[in-house]
Every structure is written in C-alpha cells, then in structure tokens.
C-alpha cells in the first residue's frame, strides 16, 4: 500500500467514525441543554455560584453573563501567570512577564490558545493544570453556550428568552466535556501519552550523559486541548511532541477528538429547531468543505513543490515519520478549519500551497465544522446571509426556519462577517507598515509577510496556529494579538446574542410553496457557494501576496 | 451610575465564584482522577516509556536523540531543537521544529548538505549510496526535533555502513532492522518506521555477543 492510500484510508475511517458518532452525540448535547432536571452536583455548583439556573434570561442578560465570567477568566488566569513565582508546585518557574501573561490569560479564555511562549520552560503545574486547562473546558463550554443560545432563537417564538448562561456553560463542562475527556484521557495514556507530576527530571541516554525533561499532566491537557478545539500544547512541539501524540493511532484519534462536537452539534441543531433536516444540510456544507480541503491538502504535500522540499523528495520537514504526509495533512486541515490551532506538523514548512490551505482554513472563519459551538454559530450566520442573498435574487422577503430575516438581522450578520476581516486585514497592515514588527519574521520574502499575515488571521479568527518561525514574543505581537483575540472573541458573539434575541421575539411565518427550502442539497450548494467567494472576495490580496506567490512560483 | 457599578460587581463576582467552582473540577479533581488512574493502569506509560539497557535507563523510546556515532543507526536531523532560554537552572530539551519554508534557501542548504552527508557516511566499500536513494525524512528535521523513528528505507540505507562498522554481517544487520520495523497500524493508520533507539540497543547487544 502506498503512502497516498494509507492516507485516503484514514481519511475514510475518521469519516466512518464521525458518522456513527454524530447522531447519538448530537441528540445526547441537544437533551442536556434542553433538560430542566438538574444534578445534585449541578444544584451544589449553582448555589456556590449563586445563580439560579432556572431563571430565563434574555440576550442582554445573556451576554453579560458572557462576559462577566470571561473577564473573571483572563484576570484570574493573568494573576496566575504573574505570580508564578511564588506559587508552590511550580517548579521553581519565574512568573511570566506582563506582556505575555495578559497575551496568554487572553489566549485561553478565547479558545485560541496562540502560544507566544514555550510550554515546557514556562509554565509550571499549577498554570498548566490549575489554569491554563480549566480555560481548555470553560471556553469550550461558552462557546457551546452561545450556539445553543442562537439556536433557541430560531426554535423559540414571541419570547425574549434564551436561555440561562450559567446552567448552560455548567451542563456543557459537566455533563459533556469532563465525561468525554476524562475517558479520552485515559485510552492517550494507554497509548503512551505521560501524566504524572514529577517535574523535571533527568533521564540517562544512549551514548551517554542525560536530558532534562519536564513531566505534567499531559494526556489530561491533550484531551481536553483537541475535545474543546483550544489547541494549546504543554510542550511548544504541541501535538508533534511524541509524549503529546505518540501514535498513528492517537493521531486519528485526535483529530476525532477535535472534530466530534462540531459536527456533532449540527444534529443537536436540527434536533432543537425541529427538523433534523435542517442539521444535514448544515453537516452538508461542514463535512463539504472539509473533504474538499483535506484533499487539496493531500494533493499539495505529496507533490511537494518547492525548492528544499524538491531537493529533500519529499514534504517531511516539519512532519514526524509516525503521522507521514497523509495524516499530517488530515491534522493541518482539521485544526485550521476547526478554532483549534494544535498541530501535529508545522504548517510553515509545509509547500506554499499547503500553508495558504491552512491560512484559508481560518478565514473561512472556523465553520467548517468549526469550533465547539463558534463553528455553529458561524455557520448559521453564514446560512442567513445565503438565504438573504437568495431572496435578493428572487425578489423574496428572506426566511430561515420560519424566521424572516430584516433589515435588524442582516446588519448584525453583516456586522458578524466584517469584524474579523478588518481585524485581520488592519492589524497586519499595520505590523507591515511599522519599522519594528518585521522584524520577527523568520523567513523573508512572501513567506515572511505569510507568517505575520497567519498571525493575525489565526489570533483574530481564535485559531491558535502559527507560522511559527515568526517572535510572536514581543511586546508588539503580545499586546496585538491580544487585542485581536479579544476583539475576534466577543464582537462576534454581541451580533450572535441580539440576532438570537430578535429571532426569538418573532412570529414565525407559514411554510408555503414560495418557500426556499434550506433542508435541500441545493441550498447546501448555496451556502458553500457563498461561504467561498465572501471570504476569496475578502482575502484574495492578501492571500495573494503571501501563500499564492510562493505557491505558484 | 452607583446602580450600575454595583451590579457590574455583583455581576462579576459570580462569574469568579464560578470559575472558581469549575477551577476545582476541572483543574484539580479531573487531572488527580486522569493521573490515579493512569499510574494506577499504565505507569511506565504514563511516565515516559522509559528504556533500560544494562540495567540503566538510556532514554524513552518516544523521545528521538541525537549524537549516535556513526558505528550506530543515526536518527532524523533535528535542527530546530533548543535548549531552554528562560528558567535557565535547568537545561532542558525545548521541542521544536526549523520553521523553515519551503523555499527558504537556508533550508535548501540544510537539506542538500544532510543529502551529502548521508551519502559519504553511508557509502563504504562495495556499496555506493546514490543521492536519488536517500530518503526525505533523512535530510529534514521533524516537527518535534524528537522524532524516535526512521524510515525502513533510511534505516535499510544505513546497513552496510551499521554492519561493516560493528563486524557483523549485512544479512545479520538487515534480519535487525526487519525485526524492529513496525507497519502501519491496522494496515492504514500512519507509515512504516523504525525506532532508532530500540534498534541501537538491539544492535549493541548483537554486536556484543559476537
């Protein structure tokens, strides 16, 4: 068998695995956040917390319910960080200077998990375990929250309600995130995945003397790290790193792990809206993209252009010899379109081609199927904007399930779809057009302007991923792609709750034969149709100058 | 004003108070239950696949090294492996990979100058190791810079050298490298490889025996 079948297999059993996992995983989501029984551990929690979990609540509320326990999340986690150096089980580790604690406590609670610092130097067990991993399952569970938040305003009517945050965000961790990662946890371990606390510890070699290694919690944080699509690696190898993703098999399982909630969440779509058609046509488009790219991908490393990967005869640099082409490509795909950002190859050594794939992976915007709960979310924004432009061109007053979509409703899809473009686009014109920030670039040329372009494409959509030849330790890119993290995080999700809000307060309108029916694979040719040419139109130039030149050169 | 204030705190202060909740789940009995039951089921995984060789450790057989003299199988370059820049009292290995692009002339000389040199170590009398024979995970650095494994064909590229320099035969040496290939798991999942370290210690004990 060859390397490019081998890679085709994998391809198909991740596939294989997907399909019989997303029906029972979707419908189980749909029923925890539909539930009005709570645990007795679930009660104690609400009553710490103070919160009754009962209480409806309508978008405003929603939202600041958001952002309260967010901005609780970068401070505590900054403080964390800041105090490093006196916290007991640290290692003996400084603490973390301001510039980076507030890039890295930002990172985290973002879900993006873009790592301007080298994990196994850095941070010691208490940020690693007590910090860093507790933002891995909390911003996860946000983000669920507000798609299930935006998917009761289509299913409910004449209603401001949405929902309650703090039932919603302790369901996902409690009755989602910890069962599956715990279990996922234990079958890395068995695979060779470490997870002890013993620190740093000196281990004989074969030619003599010894290395330093850092132990940690490791298979705990892999879990939770892919399951929640954070992304963010104890060590700064992430998922490339043998005691990370120490096998084929935990490669393919992995990028399950990373790709299960996602596209799993569009059953819980359909499930709640009613008709679970609607969440195949959304699977539809999601799994579309998704094959589309990883074969492009595939194509792309196995032929392998370039000067040094020509002179090498193959595209190995920055790949492990266990995952080969096939299953790196399968990786760098999965975690570009997805807001994860872990990898298990290094996307800057990839061909030209492959790193602008993976660039244009996160300018998608991560819906493909995305993050946990933001690829949802962001597909459902990009489905109205395809129904509005498809009632422009038959002259109908738009409707999606039932909902008519306005004047109010486009403007906060608008709003969603252009934040991110201009905060890509605005944040590496700028760096380009400074006098310091060039010079972290590793690379020169249009891979140079490639690495500061990723950069902010990856911070702004809360990817994670690099071109990581580029010093993001500056003060320049911490502060930055701080701001773009933050911005990319929470201005999407203010459109996302007041859409979801003015949804719920409408009548819903008849089904009638005059009716665009966004159950059918037509509209799923729509939809793709649309997500692909709004992003080319966006990033074209910028694509242009960067991947596209040393692609086709 | 005072109002607004007041409920920002308020506000704030239960979002603390859950993340503090969830801070002890998730961030303090999830990792101790994961890491009970890990030492508990699989402790020499869970503590780094540790190997011994006469009785001493001599690394993890997941963790790649470096600097085999050339009596012994070599591993992958691994040129964007550093030692740690900060918390400088200890001297650990930072994983990394070169970042290099593809068409990074730096890379290209990395890459042509490893070809060079794989061919001379590796041709030895009576065998000639041709430059379109090397294969590409021999010229370029992995990911981690801590890749354990080779390919079978770098690994087979390396037996007449291996054999000659050990006093061993070349069917001895091949019979070595075909016990320590590993296919790909379940026929599909990954690629064939060969793990440096157990093959060296393999081949240590062979050439011991002799």
């Known amino acids: 068998m060859g390397p490019v079948l081998a890679g085709v297999l994998q391809l198909l059993a991740l596939t294989g695995a997907l399909a019989l996992v997303h029906i029972p995983a979707g419908t189980y989501m749909a029923r925890v956040y539909s539930s009005t029984r709570h645990l ?52 003996h580790f400084a603490s973390v200077n301001p510039a980076q604690s507030f890039n890295t406590a930002v990172s985290f609670v973002t879900n993006t998990n873009w790592q301007s610092y080298y994990g196994e130097q850095t941070m010691g067990h208490v940020v690693q375990t007590a910090g860093l991993a507790v933002q891995n399952f909390v911003s996860a569970a946000v983000g669920i929250a507000v798609a299930v938040a935006l998917v009761r305003g289509f299913a409910r009517s004449r209603t401001g309600e949405l929902g309650n945050f703090w039932a919603d965000l302790v369901r996902g961790t409690l009755r989602i995130l910890v ?28 030619m003599g003397g010894s290395q330093q290694w850092n132990g940690g919690a490791v298979a705990s944080t892999e879990a939770i790290k892919e399951l929640g699509t954070n992304g963010g690696g104890v060590f700064n190898a992430n998922s ?45 488009t999601m799994f579309t993209i998704w094959l ?81 709960g933001s690829g949802l979310y962001g597909m459902l924004i990009m489905a109205v904007i395809a129904v509005f432009i498809a009632g422009l061109m038959v002259g109908r007053t738009p409707e999606y399930l039932g909902k008519k979509i306005g004047g109010r409703e486009m403007k906060l899809a608008a709003c969603y779809i252009l934040i991110t473009p201009a905060l890509v686009l605005v944040f590496t014109a700028a760096s380009m057009a400074l006098p310091t920030p060039p010079h972290s670039m590793l690379n020169s040329g249009a891979h140079g302007f490639s690495e500061v372009l990723y950069a902010f494409t990856s911070a702004a959509n ?71 040419i709004i992003t080319g139109l966006t990033y074209f130039p910028a694509l242009a100058l960067g991947p596209l030149a040393e692609g086709l050169a | 004003m005072n109002n607004s204030f007041a409920n920002t705190a308020r506000l704030l202060g239960a979002g603390l108070r859950a993340l503090l909740v969830l ?71 930072l994983s990394g990979a070169t970042n290099l692009s593809a068409d990074s002339e730096v890379l290209v000389k990395q890459v042509e100058d490893a070809k060079a040199a794989v061919v001379k170590d590796n041709s030895v009398p009576g065998y000639t190791v041709k430059p379109s024979q090397v294969p590409a995970d021999a010229v370029t650095s992995s990911g981690s810079g801590l890749d354990p494994d080779i390919s079978p ?31 790909r798991t379940l026929g599909f999942m990954g690629e064939p490889r060969v793990n440096v370290l157990e093959l060296n210690i393999a081949l240590k004990d062979l050439a011991a025996q002799r």
């Open chain 1, 179 to 206: 069962p599956v990662a715990a279990i996922a946890a234990v079958v890395l371990v068995a695979c060779g995945a470490i997870q002890n606390f013993s620190g740093i510890h000196e281990v004989g070699q074969f």
């Open chain 1, 462 to 532: 809360n990817n994670g991923s690099a071109f990581a030849g580029l010093n993001a330790n500056t003060d320049w890119y911490n502060t930055m792609t701080g701001l773009a993290m933050l911005l990319g995080r929470f201005l999407p999700m203010v459109f996302v709750l007041a859409l979801a809000g003015s949804l719920a307060e409408q009548q819903p309108v008849p089904v009638t034969a005059g009716t665009l029916r966004t159950e059918k694979p037509l509209f799923t040719g729509l939809l793709v149709g649309a997500i692909l």
């Open chain 2, 153 to 183: 064909a770098y690994a087979e590229l390396q037996v007449h050298r291996v054999a000659a320099r050990n006093g061993l035969s070349v069917a001895r040496v091949q019979k070595l490298v075909e016990d320590h290939t590993t296919g």
């Open chain 2, 23 to 93: 801070t002890v789940l998730t961030g303090v009995l999830y990792p101790l239950a994961v890491t009970g039951v890990a030492q508990a089921l699989f402790a020499g995984r869970a503590n780094g696949s540790e190997v011994r060789a006469d009785g001493k450790v001599v690394g993890s057989s997941l963790i790649g090294q470096q600097g085999y003299g050339l009596r012994y199988f070599q591993s992958r370059p691994a040129n964007g492996l550093g030692t740690n820049s900060v918390n400088t009292r200890y001297k650990l290995v």
């Open chain 1, 40 to 91: 007795r551990v679930e009660r104690w929690i609400y009553k710490g917390i103070g919160a009754d979990p009962d209480t409806e609540m309508t978008w405003p509320a929603y939202l600041r319910g958001v952002l309260a326990f967010s901005a609780a999340g970068v401070l505590f986690l900054y403080l964390l960080q800041r105090l490093q150096g006196v916290l007991p089980g640290s290692l």
């Open chain 1, 240 to 284: 490339a790193h043998p005691f990370e993703n120490p096998s084929p098999f935990t490669n393919l399982f992995e990028i399950f792990l990373i790709l299960v909630i996602p596209f799993s969440l569009t059953r819980t779509f359909g499930v709640m809206v009613g008709s679970v058609k609607q969440g195949y046509a959304i699977l539809a």
């Open chain 1, 292 to 372: 589309g790219f990883t074969a492009l991908m595939m194509w792309t490393e196995f032929a392998h252009h370039g000067p040094a990967l020509q002179a090498a005869g193959g595209a190995m640099e920055g790949k492990e010899v266990r995952f080969g082409i096939g299953g790196s490509s399968i990786f760098a795909v999965s975690t570009t379109l997805t807001s994860t950002g872990a990898v298990d190859s290094f996307h800057s050594s990839f061909t030209g081609l492959g790193g602008g794939i993976t660039t244009l992976s996160m300018m998608l915007g991560e819906i493909a199927p995305g993050g946990t």
